[in-house]
């Protein structure tokens, strides 16, 4: 089996731009605490609260380290998407490979987990 890196591949120990959503409000204060990313939220038509974080993460390590301070404070994690730039052809990476969405990855109790 070979494996080739091209432009199309994520590369886990580079830089790149994340936006996740999680259900819940989070203060634009905790920015330093989720690797200084922008923090905004918004109102759903349910009026359910998103917030939305976009920034840089140095690697897929600070990342995790990312999504595992919003999973301690218990903020379902709706969707983690990478939004970089690809250099060479102007395009977009989008949802890391295909899409992480809690839709797509089912319900708490679907994955056997306390609601």
């Given at each position: 089996m070979?494996?080739?890196h091209d432009n199309e591949h994520i590369r886990p120990w580079t830089p790149a731009t994340y936006r996740?959503?999680?259900e819940?409000?989070?203060?634009?204060s905790w920015a330093d605490r989720f690797a200084g990313m922008r923090i905004t939220s918004r109102k759903r038509m349910?009026?359910?609260i998103v917030t939305c974080?976009?920034?840089?993460v140095m690697d897929q390590s600070e990342?995790?380290?990312v999504l595992n301070g919003l999973a301690e404070m218990h903020l379902p994690i709706l969707l983690v998407e990478n939004i970089s730039e690809d250099s060479e052809t102007g395009s977009n990476q989008q949802n890391l490979q295909g899409g992480v969405t809690a839709d797509s990855v089912?319900?708490?109790s679907e994955k056997g987990?306390?609601?």
């Amino acid at each position: 089996m070979s494996i080739t890196h091209d432009n199309e591949h994520i590369r886990p120990w580079t830089p790149a731009t994340y936006r996740i959503e999680v259900e819940g409000l989070l203060d634009e204060s905790w920015a330093d605490r989720f690797a200084g990313m922008r923090i905004t939220s918004r109102k759903r038509m349910d009026q359910s609260i998103v917030t939305c974080l976009i920034g840089r993460v140095m690697d897929q390590s600070e990342l995790s380290g990312v999504l595992n301070g919003l999973a301690e404070m218990h903020l379902p994690i709706l969707l983690v998407e990478n939004i970089s730039e690809d250099s060479e052809t102007g395009s977009n990476q989008q949802n890391l490979q295909g899409g992480v969405t809690a839709d797509s990855v089912g319900t708490e109790s679907e994955k056997g987990l306390p609601e």
